[in-house]
């Protein structure tokens, strides 16, 4: 069990502020850091992680303070939404790396390695070097980096970006369990029905300030009311827009300016996405990107301000 406590911490690049007098306590579970892009949650999360210093306020783990303090980094786990990876390693060798750097002597990180790709759904790609890797999987291998060394409290920045639909469902059911087995679990996401698969707890973060915590249904009457426009990257973009325009949820689709992409909008996500993820796996339609752009969602948060 751990508990991460922020009183009045800010953080500033110069004139911009990225975080503003954040005061909030995180607990076991898991918590969803809801908010546009640019909102300030990669912020926090450096913040929360230890690197990088808040400007005023202090961050703490039971007690600990964050920054500066080796000792209780082995307790925290990050996926960040950024990649930067050694192209030239295969899965399990990156792995394995980042499991010596947690302390594992190298037989045990070895061994660590290969249960975590397995736990990310990477074993056959093992072996393979990770810059023949497609984006979800980069994803899945980052993810794995997070969780292999069994850390306390996990912070996942926009952990759904880039996975096909089989891969939201492995990553939902992880971060489900780890907030079961009594883990501090936050995600961050700009997409409300991501969050409201994972958890119920959400924080509402913009322009670098907590706007509200409490439960998703609070917000829901406000967002749902604006419609969220989803965009897909297929090989077999005709046969897929046929079979999406006859969803009762779908206002407009349109084909995009990039080779087989697909812009849908909907007004009913909650009962899109599900039909969406099984006219994919029933049809067996390859996807090689899915995401939804917050354009609408910026909308509502402005609102929101005012």
């Known amino acids: 069990m751990a508990e991460v406590s922020l009183q009045n911490v800010s953080k500033w690049y110069g004139e911009v502020i990225g975080v503003s007098d954040v005061t909030t306590v995180l607990r076991p579970g898991v918590t969803g850091l809801l908010g546009p892009n640019g909102a300030g949650k990669t912020t926090l999360f450096k913040v929360l992680t230890g690197l990088m210093p808040p400007d005023t306020g202090r961050v703490t783990l039971d007690g600990a303070p964050i920054w500066n303090n080796p000792a209780i980094y082995h307790r925290i786990g990050f996926c960040p939404s950024a990649e930067n990876m050694y192209e030239q390693l295969t899965g399990f060798e990156f792995l394995t790396y980042m499991a010596r750097l947690n302390g594992m002597n190298d037989a045990d990180a070895r061994e660590r390695a290969m249960t975590t790709l397995g736990e990310v759904g990477l074993t056959e790609a093992a072996h393979k070097p ?12 980052k993810l794995g980096q997070s969780i292999q060394h069994q850390p306390d409290v996990l912070y996942f920045d926009e952990p759904m970006s880039g996975l096909d639909p089989l891969g939201r ?5 992880l971060i489900h369990r780890y907030g079961k087995e009594g883990k501090t679990v936050v995600v961050s996401s700009h997409i409300l029905h991501e969050i409201e698969e994972m958890t119920n707890t959400i924080m509402l973060l913009n322009n670098g300030m907590l706007l509200a915590e409490g439960v998703v249904h ?8 604006q ?13 897929l827009s046929n079979r999406i325009i006859e969803f009762p949820e779908v206002k407009t689709i349109r084909f995009g300016e990039e080779e087989g992409e697909l812009l849908i909008q909907t ?6 996405f599900p039909k969406l993820t099984n006219l994919i796996l029933e049809d067996e339609i390859p996807i090689d990107e899915m995401s939804t752009t917050d354009d609408d969602l910026q909308s509502v948060f402005e609102y929101l301000v005012k």
């Open 130 to 141: 990770i810059g023949a890797y497609s984006k979800g999987m980069r994803q899945r291998v």
């Open 169 to 173: 469902i492995d990553t939902v059911n």
């Open 218 to 225: 609070e917000i829901r009457e406000l967002i749902e009311e």
């Open 227 to 239: 419609p969220r426009q989803v965009r897909i990257v297929t090989r077999e973009l005709k046969r």
């Open 267 to 272: 007004h009913s996500p909650d009962s899109f």
